[in-house]
């Protein structure tokens, strides 16, 4: 991945996430009950940093997405991606290729719903190759858990100095205060539910998911995913020679009929338009 960053064209960039911990709301005076007890409410972080190419080098942008839903799946996953795939396309509006990279695990990433929204997003978007990248289990920190370190410490530093965080605004506002260098995104519930239903009810996962460390999407041959058990940078998009499973290639379902517009607010949203006639299985 240190290769594909430094080899990036400025039409490709590479965007790194994870999910942090949690973060728990706290007060700068706290009775008993509330430091033992489970009345803390809870903020998801999902952090990361997208790489891109210019004519001066290769630039980062450093982002945030805080959200009171505790989801972590692929539906919340692509949620909080929405307004990065948005500030992308105003810093690098030729981009056609899009890396993505996270850690594996396969209640969040490394799953049958999370290959097909990279497909039917990709798709959608007008994107001409994309791809997923994953970690190995057990693998060290990342430029990810640097932000999210960064959001953390911001937070309690002010709960130090007297300030009460005891929601998802209260920690917006703190961040926004302190000016950071990381771009701040809310994410709603709503969000969160409309990209759920894009998703097939009845998808087959494909074999070796287990195995699998890098998923490719072409557009010339959008209905299926190649599926490697390791990056191939020298492959690229093309047919991998070196790592790919077998099978090699996973087809993806028919995408469901949904329409994309962008709203007033910094976030993207999706409309989802259900087919009448939906297929009962999917190969």
Known sequence: MRDTRTRLQQNEVLIVVDFSENYATKYSSEIQSVHFGASR??????????????ASGIQCASFCSLSSSLHHD???IWAHLMPVLKMMH???????TVNFQSDGPTTQCRNKKNFFMLAYLSSKFGWVNSSLNFSEAGHGKGQADGISGVIKRTAD????????????????KVLTDQHLKIKMFEID???IEAIDKCLLTNLKAPKNTM?????????????????????????GYDRCEHFA?????????ELVDVHEHTSSHHKGRIIVKQPT????SYV
């Open 90 to 96: 105003e810093l690098c509006p030729s981009v056609d």
């Open 74 to 76: 692929p539906a919340a």
């Open 41 to 54: 409410n809870q903020i998801t972080l999902h952090t990361g940093v997208m790489y891109y190419s210019t």
């Open 157 to 172: 530093q002010a709960v130090a100095h007297g300030g009460d965080i005891s929601s998802l605004k209260d920690l917006t």
């Open 245 to 253: 499973v077998k099978p090699a290639l996973w087809i993806v379902p």
């Open 189 to 191: 519930i709503e969000e």
């Open 277 to 280: 006639d939906r297929p009962q």
């Open 211 to 235: 195995k699998l460390h890098h998923v490719t999407w072409k557009s010339n041959d959008a209905q299926s995913l190649e599926l490697r058990e390791l990056t191939c940078i020298d492959c």
